[in-house]
């Protein structure tokens, strides 16, 4: 039985995709976040083949839709078993189901917040700490309460016409935000960890109001104002992910100046990154003042060019 016939007996019945899942490792692979294989494989009582597939079943207690013999249950109630169960081989399988449940209600942290009489959370998010060129730009974003962007998500998960629409709307719709920006030179005397940090709190201390409290991508910063950071927060929080959107759309238009300079970088494409026409321009035209002289290809070709230097 494979997940296309499970679904279309879920629509059948008029069961929500969303909320039914099967019992056991089976739900991750029919909710797609284990793509590997079309294989239904539940923790078992008994087991036999159907079309080709070794199918595993257990009756499990409590409210349940019954499908040809397999068990549907929500996919919370899944986390929580599996929790229960208190097995070191579902730690993965747990993590994701926390992250796709998560991200199903991206408003909770700032709804919990709102509750403690909190109005002006800012969520912090930064871009570019990977790049070979440019600074790194974060945001932070103060969303009202009834602020609603239909589709908001990670900005690296959005296409670059989303992207600008989004950053628009961001900007009309936010109470106040910020940007922050750390340049090349800054990085390469502090490292990019540090130069991270200072972005953050430029682009809080530049938010014409004040944050109360400030939600952040797992990053702990130095600051007087509380603070939560949140793994893959850029994910779980529609205020990161706002912030995420206005740094990489920031950046990205800085990138594009310096490809106008230097169109053999190929930066409008790479935004700084480093591509294999990138690195291949570096080796062909050398470096530019706004490469980081501290990231490994740059730094070789400097020691490079130097070690030459000394040959002649």
């Not at 920006?181 to 972005?199: F, G, P, Q, S, W």
């Not at 910063?221 to 206005?246: E, F, M, W």
């Not at 053999?264 to 570096?282: C, Q, R, S, W």
């Amino acid at each position: 039985m494979t997940k296309k016939e499970i679904f279309e007996k879920l629509e059948e019945l008029k069961l929500d995709k969303a909320e039914y899942r099967i019992v056991g490792d089976a739900s991750i692979v029919c909710h797609g976040l284990l793509k590997e294989t079309n294989e239904i494989e539940i923790e078992t009582n008994h087991s036999f083949q159907q079309d080709g597939f070794l199918c595993s079943l257990k009756k499990i207690e409590g409210e349940s839709d019954e499908i040809k013999g397999y068990f549907f249950e929500t996919i919370k109630n899944c986390l929580l078993k599996k929790k229960n169960a208190n097995n070191i081989n579902d730690k993965s399988l747990i993590k994701k189901m926390e992250l796709y449940l998560d991200c199903q209600d991206t408003y909770q942290y700032e709804r919990k917040l709102r509750k403690q009489g909190i109005t002006y959370i800012g969520g912090v998010d930064e871009v570019g700490r990977g790049p070979l060129v440019g600074p790194v730009v974060a945001a932070c974003c103060i969303l009202p309460e009834k602020f609603d962007l239909d589709g908001l998500t990670d900005s690296k998960k959005l296409s670059e016409k989303k992207r600008e629409y989004y950053f628009e709307e961001i900007k009309k719709q936010a109470i106040s935000y910020g940007i922050g920006i750390v340049d090349e030179k800054r990085i390469d005397e502090i490292n990019i960890y540090e130069a991270t940090k200072e972005a953050m709190i430029q682009a809080i201390n530049n938010c014409k109001i004040k944050p109360e409290h400030v939600l952040t991508d797992a990053m702990k910063l130095d600051i007087d104002i509380p603070l939560t950071p949140i793994v893959k927060g850029d994910l779980r929080s529609i205020t990161i992910s706002a912030a995420s959107v206005l740094a990489k759309v920031t950046r990205d238009r800085m990138l594009l100046e310096l490809d106008q300079k230097y169109p053999m970088y190929d930066f409008k494409k790479n935004v700084g990154y480093p591509t294999k026409k990138h690195l291949e321009a570096i080796e062909q035209y050398g470096i530019i003042p706004e490469h980081r002289r501290s990231y490994g290809p740059v730094k070789n070709y400097l020691e490079k060019y130097a070690e030459n230097k000394k040959e002649d």
